[in-house]
Nanobody
Framework: QVQLVESGGGLVQAGGSLRLSCAAS????????MGWYRQAPGKQRELVAR???????NYADSVKGRFTISRDNAKNTVFLQMNSLKPEDTGVYYC????????WGQGTQVTVSS
């Protein structure tokens, strides 16, 4: 059984930083593409960052240069380092394995105050 457990969300002022973690079980994070998605109130869920098996990364235009996705294979954990946070980054952040048809975590709330 695959489980993805996110942590690290919270309330932060604009310009601040947060680091999200996604601890995985039942799946090896170095194999499928792993991603972070977010859903703001009243909006559709969107891809924020993704890392492939080979280590290639891609980011939403809105977070390029501010967010970094990484993984620790030994800990079977994926991270999202978020810097220079903006109020529009507010939302529930979900960890994902194997893209849209894959597995999802329960989400962690990120709130950025202005």
């Amino acid at each position: 059984q695959v489980q993805l457990v996110e942590s690290g969300g919270g309330l932060v002022q604009a310009g601040g930083s947060l680091r999200l973690s996604c601890a995985a079980s039942g799946i090896i994070v170095s194999i499928p593409p792993m991603g972070w998605y977010r859903q703001a109130p009243g909006k559709q869920r969107e891809l924020v960052a993704r890392i492939t098996r080979g280590g290639s990364t891609n980011y939403a235009d809105s977070v390029k240069g501010r967010f970094t996705i990484s993984r620790d294979n030994a800990k079977n954990t994926v991270f999202l380092q978020m810097n220079s946070l903006k109020p529009e980054d507010t939302g529930v952040y979900y960890c994902n394995a194997n893209d849209w048809q894959g597995y999802w975590g329960q989400g962690t709330q990120v709130t950025v105050s202005s």
